[in-house]
C-alpha cells in the first residue's frame, strides 16, 4: 500500500519558521516529482512547490518564493519543506503528493497524496 506521511505542522508566530516532511512508503518513487499543496479554509487546495526525481530541478509559486525551500533526499524517500518568515497568509493543511510528470504543478498532474499536516500562523 502506498502511503505519504506528512509530519512537521504546528502553530508558529509571523516571522517564524517550520519544516514539513514527507516519508514515502509502499513503493519507490524513482522517476517521480514530489509536490507540496495547500489548502486553507473555505479556499482550492493549491500548488506550493515542486521538485524533480532527476536532477533537483525545483519550481515555486510566486506566493512563497524566496521563503520556502523544497529539497529531497532520494535514498530514504523522503521530501522536505523549510518555511521561513511565515505569514498568517501561509495558514492551511498541507498535503504531499507525488507525480510521474517533471516538475508537476497541477493538482490533477499528481498520483499519490498524503492526508496532510496543519500549519497555523499567528499575527
Known amino acids: 500500500q502506498v502511503q505519504l506521511v506528512e509530519s512537521g505542522g504546528g502553530l508558529v508566530q509571523a516571522g517564524g519558521s517550520l519544516r514539513l516532511s514527507c516519508a514515502a512508503s509502499?513503493?519507490?518513487?524513482?522517476?517521480?516529482?514530489m509536490g507540496w499543496f495547500r489548502q486553507a479554509p473555505g479556499k482550492e487546495r493549491e500548488f506550493v512547490a515542486t521538485?524533480?526525481?532527476?536532477?533537483?530541478?525545483?519550481y515555486y509559486a510566486d506566493s512563497v518564493k524566496g521563503r520556502f525551500t523544497i529539497s529531497r533526499d532520494n535514498a530514504k524517500n523522503t521530501v522536505s519543506l523549510q518555511m521561513n518568515s511565515l505569514k498568517p497568509e501561509d495558514t492551511a493543511v498541507y498535503y504531499c503528493?507525488?507525480?510521474?510528470?517533471?516538475?508537476?504543478?497541477?493538482?490533477?498532474?499528481?498520483?499519490?497524496w498524503g492526508q496532510g499536516t496543519q500549519v497555523t500562523v499567528s499575527s
Open positions: 521538485i524533480s526525481w532527476s536532477d533537483g530541478s525545483t
Open positions: 509502499g513503493r519507490t518513487f524513482r522517476g517521480y516529482s
Open positions: 503528493a507525488a507525480a510521474k510528470t517533471w516538475l508537476a504543478t497541477g493538482l490533477y498532474e499528481y498520483d499519490y
